[in-house]
């Protein structure tokens, strides 16, 4: 080997390797992008012969050195390497969807390197935290939501916690970016549209809807109707209700498709990382624990979004082995004592709670249980029928809220399911079930909705229709009235 084949030879070593690199610092395919880096320099050379031919130069032999390389000469080499190198990261950047090349930050680590940092750091936030609120303002009456958007490194993640009573809608803003996870009870759709229009949005990047229960699709109709919307995840579950087939319609309508979320997969929202950690089954008795929950990685801040996910789903979700540690939760299941398990909180470490409740609600939602574990655990506790709408901003370092914590008051009313071994099955009573407590309804076992009419064409497929009083097969989970039979 001459000298110069060892240049090559380290180059094309060297070209694959940062597409490699590349590729698993964004997870995706490594094999297609070291083939692409080695692959390049080598069609350039091949097209140097075939230009070479129709000149028809003596020397038909085809030269192995790429463009760049080919005169040898040292300036030549180094820009034509430049050029190859931004190639690959640009081409990189196109397919795997971002518009621009970005250089990998810390900041993309789903699973953070330095674990003591980022404790220094959290330890950090407390303090400065206690010192804005004893001082009365918080970094959100300097940030001007300008500045979020043209500065793209050292830029803000706003995570709005919208009031929509007993239900979930949460926004989450950054970088120009906009991810919508849930859209409350069918009359909500008003609220959510006139806050999302406060906050400029006018695309939805990533519309999450947890799992398909009224309480969190309901709206989601007139949202995909009102803004444009990119990407839509939904759990691979289906509900014969009315909500979720207005909703199905509407995402057919605008030719959207449903995608289905993998757990352990991410995906970038702006520069914070989205990571799915459930749901880890394909079948489940109750509807809550499709749920969809999400964390999301910026700087050194972590945000964990649980829908109704209960005990049954944050077991698997701790099997997993996922790094769930994260400074905020959004409580899972209104605060209702099927979800939160004490295990399940304490790996979560959290240092603040949001939970999304309607005031004097029915389901005896956030649970006596649950809060006296939050306040145990030193946990401040957010919670939407006290606090109205929470705004959560972090530069990736401090967290600050708009309003000060709320209390740990449990819901005074007893909830639908009382304290008995059923709490689980605990879910919103549809409206169409007052006064109907004791009529004789149709379901089947492993259904999740309830019929008037035991010969409904949806029954006509099931072998085995059970009946019940209505307030009983509500407790059973059934609380989806069916969209055929029952009006
Ligand atoms: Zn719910
Ligand atoms: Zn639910």
Excluded at 16 to 41: C, D, E, M, R
Excluded at 197 to 220: C, W
Excluded at 327 to 333: A, E, F, P, R, T
């Amino acid at each position: 080997m001459t000298t110069l084949n060892f240049i090559m030879f380290f180059i094309y070593i060297a070209s694959a390797y940062f597409t490699y690199y590349h590729s698993q610092k964004y997870k995706s395919n490594p094999y297609i992008w070291t083939a692409v880096g080695l692959l390049v320099p080598y069609a350039g050379a091949i097209i140097c012969y075939l230009v070479h031919r129709k000149k028809k130069v003596v020397d038909k032999r085809p030269n192995l050195f790429p463009l760049g390389f080919r005169r040898r000469k040292p300036l030549n080499m180094v820009i034509a390497l430049i050029v190859y190198l931004l190639f690959f990261s640009t081409a990189y950047a196109i397919f795997s969807g971002g518009s621009t090349y970005s250089l990998p930050q810390k900041q993309d680590d789903i699973k953070a390197s330095s674990t003591i940092k980022s404790e220094a750091d959290s330890k950090n936030t407390d303090k400065t935290d206690i010192e804005k609120t004893q001082t009365g303002k918080t970094s959100l009456d300097t940030v001007k939501p300008e500045s979020v958007n043209r500065n793209k490194t050292n830029g803000n993640i706003k995570i709005s916690y919208i009031n929509v009573g007993q239900a979930d809608s949460i926004l989450i803003q950054q970088n120009s970016k906009n991810m919508l996870i849930d859209a409350g009870n069918n009359g909500d759709a008003q609220t959510i549209v006139n806050y999302l229009r406060q906050q400029n949005v006018s695309k939805l990047d990533y519309f999450i809807m947890t799992h398909p229960h009224e309480d969190h699709i309901g709206s989601a109709d007139t949202i995909i109707k009102t803004f444009d919307t990119a990407k839509v995840y939904m759990p691979e579950v289906t509900t014969n209700t009315k909500t979720f087939s207005d909703v199905i319609s509407t995402i057919k309508s605008k030719g959207l498709k449903i995608t289905k979320p993998v757990s352990g997969s991410s995906f970038k929202l702006g520069d914070a990382n989205c990571m799915i950690l459930s749901p880890n089954r394909s079948k489940y008795d109750d509807l809550n624990n499709y749920s969809i929950v999400i964390k999301i990685v910026y700087g050194s801040n972590k945000f964990i979004f649980e829908g109704d996910a209960e005990k049954i789903s944050e077991d698997e979700i701790l099997a997993r082995g996922f790094d769930i540690s994260a400074d905020v939760i959004k409580i899972g299941h209104h605060g209702s004592d099927s979800s939160s398990s004490r295990e399940y909180i304490s790996k979560v470490k959290p240092k603040y709670a949001v939970i999304s409740v309607g005031k004097d609600n029915d389901y005896g939602h956030p649970s006596a249980s649950v809060m006296e574990r939050l306040r145990a655990m030193g946990i401040k506790v957010y919670r939407t029928d006290e606090n109205g709408t929470i705004v959560c901003m972090s530069d990736g370092k401090n967290i600050t809220f708009n309003c000060s914590p709320g209390s740990y008051a449990a819901a005074s009313k007893g909830g639908v399911s009382g304290s008995g071994g059923q709490t689980s099955k605990a879910k919103p009573v549809p409206q169409s079930s007052t006064g109907q407590d004791d009529r004789i309804v149709y379901y089947t076992p492993g259904g999740h909705s309830y019929h008037y009419d035991r010969n409904c064409s949806t029954l006509k497929r099931s072998k085995t229709v059970k009946s019940g009083k209505l307030k009983d097969v509500i407790k059973l989970g059934k609380s989806d009235p069916c969209n055929i039979c029952v009006k």
